[in-house]
Nanobody, 119 residues
């Protein structure tokens, strides 16, 4: 079993910064990729950034957000700078993981953390 736990969300004024963290734990053999998605009320979940064989960002966050990983800690971070009200959403961590119990890689999701940016 694998668990992803996010932290670091909260309320911030426009122009401010937040740093999200997501720790993966459980019977992990290998983490192939980790990323961040977000879902605003009434909207579909969208990719914010991911880090695997390459790093990718949504156009709306390029130059403001930065994803990084600490592989020794099975952790992915999302540094969010110059936040805008439109960044308000629930942010979810996901990871493509092979566990010690199966050779097939599966995508796991965290429970989400709320980010609210006030104008």
């Amino acid at each position: 079993q694998v668990q992803l736990v996010e932290s670091g969300g909260g309320l911030v004024q426009a122009g401010g910064s937040l740093r999200l963290s997501c720790v993966a734990s459980g019977s992990i053999r290998s983490i192939h990729a980790m990323g961040w998605w977000r879902q605003a009320p009434g909207k579909q979940r969208e990719l914010v950034a991911n880090s695997g064989s390459s790093t990718n960002y949504a156009d709306s966050v390029k130059g403001r957000f930065s994803i990084s990983r600490d592989n020794a800690k099975n952790t992915v971070y999302l540094q969010m700078n110059k936040l805008k009200p439109e960044d308000t959403a629930v942010y979810y961590c996901n990871a493509l993981i092979t566990t010690s119990r199966t050779p097939t890689a599966w995508t796991y999701w965290g429970q989400g953390t709320q980010v609210t940016v006030s104008s």
